[in-house]
């Protein structure tokens, strides 16, 4: 009887507290004309009341009432303690997608951390990070984090998985916190005194910094404990979407190695851009799948180069030292319904969604030639991710190509609205084709070839024998000195891994 009384009064106080916030969000919602005088009062050289940032898809009310001048995040505060718990969930999602598909836990798991998971998530992913570690925050009364704990094995269950973060520059430049709370991490576990089986970043650590200390002397053990990397201070990028989109590549090697020279510089709470290709490599070696975070669906994989030239670029710099690595993106726009999924389910949800829905389309006609550079712009990164992954099936190529080369009606709004969009397009297809990323028919394909030569001929105003005509000039990476010079550091570093796995 008195357990019924009780959950009948939790069920009261909820049922208050949720009438409460309701009421709040609408005296927030009607107070949309702050926004004009907030405007205006700025104009004139007034003072605008600060307020938070965040993405009201995610229910961040206290952004509301809008009209103030905005600040991100106070990154003490990261994460929170909603954050950690989704985190602590998504990490449990990712391990038991592995576990399923191979019968063991991965050793280590390679991560790109963006700086959206502060300013838009609160830092799910970080949490996701260090709970794969065993550990987790500690919170002051304030709900700033100042501490780090590790959890007990008996309490997590599972063996500590290592990891290996490729953090963006932005990441870099205004949240060191991620990179020393990882740091602090990953100190933490690689000096406890438990099995190599139950705690694999001390397995890892302990190979590493036998080799690394060869290297680098004293810093060798700083960087046998270092597990984010990033390009080199004053840089943005990954530098696998510059070789793909100028054709400068044959193989997903050379697409690794890009990555690789562009990412091999380490950070932790004691180098700030370190130049250590060996470590790197030596993390990559280990890792069994990679994953990003996307905390909401206002943004997917095909909405910038970034996307493929990160997520897409680890991965071929992984599949550069080993056959057998997954790759998935974990969906937290509905944190109700956290879904972890392969990049081919990835890349067939956002085709169908956008790409290939008619509806999709005919709302970006509207918009003339900045439509058609959109377009353009999304069948690019399409190609992008089949150059990294190879994981573009098929008969999204297809309808690609005839939705929007292969029919009449699509190529004659082309031409009258922007053919340079076509003959990216065009080109794109073609040159995927050529490189067996994708296997059309030879109908199709000699249909595309026709297209393209006219939307050529189209341009240069004329048509001659010198028309291209569908012939994609690939770059070979070995035959630009520019491009050794880049990824000499990194083949000496697999050169001098391949040397100690030698039988």
């Not at 107070?31 to 009201?56: D, I, K, M």
């Not at 080799?211 to 060798?220: A, I, V, W």
């Not at 991965?315 to 990049?343: G, M, N, W």
């Not at 393209?452 to 035959?479: F, R, T």
Request: proline share 4%; glycine share 6%.
């Amino acid at each position: 009887m008195e357990s019924s009384i009780s959950v009948r009064e939790d069920l009261k106080r909820e049922i208050v507290r949720t009438i409460r916030i309701g009421l709040d969000l609408v005296r927030r919602l009607q107070n949309f004309e702050r926004e004009t005088r907030s405007l205006l009062n700025a104009l004139s050289g007034g003072y605008v009341e600060p307020g938070p940032s965040g993405s009201l898809t995610r229910g961040k009310i206290s952004i509301l009432p809008t009209g103030r001048n905005f600040y991100a995040v106070d990154p003490r505060s990261i994460p929170t303690r909603a954050a950690w718990e989704v985190g602590v969930k998504c990490c449990r999602e990712v391990l038991r997608k592995y576990y399923e598909r191979h019968g063991r836990y991965p050793e280590s798991i390679g991560f790109v951390l963006w700086s959206i998971d502060a300013y838009k998530a609160d830092g799910e992913e970080i949490s996701e990070i260090l709970y794969l570690l065993g550990v987790r925050p500690v919170w002051d009364s304030c709900d700033n984090v100042v501490d780090l704990e590790v959890i007990p094995l008996e309490e997590l269950g599972r063996p500590r998985i290592d990891v290996t973060v490729r953090i963006s520059g932005i990441v870099r430049d205004t949240l060191p916190n991620y990179i020393h709370l990882i740091d602090k991490a990953v100190e933490l576990v690689a000096n406890l005194d438990e099995p190599p089986d139950k705690n694999f970043i001390r397995k890892h650590y302990l190979e590493f910094v036998t080799k690394l200390g060869g290297l680098y002397g004293g810093e060798g053990r700083e960087l046998a404990l270092c597990r984010v990397f990033a390009e080199p201070p004053g840089a943005y990028g990954a530098g696998v979407n510059y070789a793909v989109e100028a054709s400068a590549w044959r193989d997903l090697k050379d697409l690794g190695k890009v990555w690789m020279s562009w990412s091999c510089y380490a950070y932790t709470r004691k180098f700030f851009g370190r130049p250590a290709p060996e470590a790197l490599v030596l993390n990559l070696s280990k890792v069994d799948a990679v994953v990003r975070n996307n905390p909401s669906d206002e943004h997917d994989i095909f909405g910038c180069c970034c996307y493929f030239a990160y997520h897409g670029g680890f991965y071929s710099a992984v599949r550069t030292l080993k056959r057998d690595v997954d790759i998935y993106q974990v969906d937290t726009s509905d944190i109700s319904r956290i879904a972890v999924r392969d990049i081919e389910e990835e890349i067939e949800r956002i085709a169908r969604s956008k790409i290939l829905n008619e509806r999709w389309i005919e709302e970006m006609k509207k918009h003339g030639y900045a439509g058609a550079s959109e377009f353009a712009r999304k069948i690019l990164h399409v190609y992008g991710w089949a150059s990294t992954t190879m994981k573009v099936k098929d008969w999204i190529f297809d309808e690609i190509a005839e939705k929007y080369v292969l029919n009449d009606d699509m190529r004659r709004w082309f031409l009258e609205n922007n053919k340079y969009a076509l003959e990216e397009i065009a080109r794109r297809l073609v040159e995927a084709a050529e490189r067996g990323l994708w296997r059309p028919s030879e109908d199709v394909l000699d249909k595309l070839r026709e297209a393209y030569a006219e939307v050529e001929a189209s341009l240069e105003d004329e048509v001659s024998e010198d028309v291209q005509g569908g012939e994609i000039d690939v770059v070979a990476p070995g035959d630009d000195e520019n491009y050794g010079r880049l990824v000499s550091d990194i083949e000496k570093a697999l050169s001098l891994l391949k040397s100690e796995n030698a039988p």
